[in-house]
């Protein structure tokens, strides 16, 4: 859990803002049950994460602004998403299983997050694509049986060793093309 790598790391004063959790498993963190535009905007954080969970948030402007009215002047942003177009979803079009409706309420290009962040005084740094091994299996799934993802998830871990490598490096090869489907954006205040 990064919460806990985070504290194991030196940062003292970790707080977790989730809608469902009710309590920390961890004694050492802070667990507030909210959604992080209902925190106050005096406070103050050096770094925000959101790990899968942007692309489910139906008020994505609303977010980015409180992004960057609880960022430290110095803070970074991490937001890991499924992005769109890249090569899954040109091989499998709507079969891709990231698009996961209606659970993702959007899903963004780079471009359109970039434009996103600069319209709430942020700016992406960088972009890390850091796609899985299961993005080619679970759409080729979804396209040629009528498997679920659980079912698909099921069959992937049935496959041989051989088979997962072999849709590893090809998740390593879109990474490296820029062209896998789940990206970290590393945001940050825009400099004036």
Not at 15 to 28: A, E, G, P, Q
Not at 54 to 80: R, S, W
Not at 81 to 89: D, H, K, L, S, T
Request: proline share 3%.
């Amino acid at each position: 859990m990064l919460m806990s790598f985070l504290r194991k790391n030196g940062y003292k004063n970790v707080t977790c803002i989730d809608l469902f959790c009710k309590n920390s498993m961890y004694s050492n963190i802070k667990f507030i049950n909210c959604s992080i535009t209902d925190l106050d905007d005096d406070e103050k954080f050096d770094i925000i994460t959101m790990n899968s969970s942007f692309e489910h948030m139906n008020n994505p402007h609303e977010v980015l602004n409180k992004v960057n009215q609880l960022l430290n002047n110095n803070g970074l942003c991490l937001i890991k998403i499924p992005i769109y177009g890249n090569e899954a979803w040109k091989r499998y079009k709507e079969n891709w299983f990231q698009i996961d409706a209606p659970r993702h309420y959007f899903l963004y290009l780079p471009k359109a997050m970039r434009i996103m962040c600069e319209k709430h005084g942020l700016t992406v740094e960088n972009i890390l694509y850091y796609s899985g091994n299961k993005q080619f299996f679970i759409s080729k799934m979804y396209k040629d049986s009528d498997m679920n993802f659980k079912e698909a998830i099921a069959a992937f871990n049935a496959l041989p060793k051989r088979e997962k490598v072999k849709y590893e490096k090809e998740a390593e090869f879109a990474d490296k093309q820029k062209k896998g489907d789940v990206a970290w954006f590393y945001i940050k205040h825009k400099t004036q």
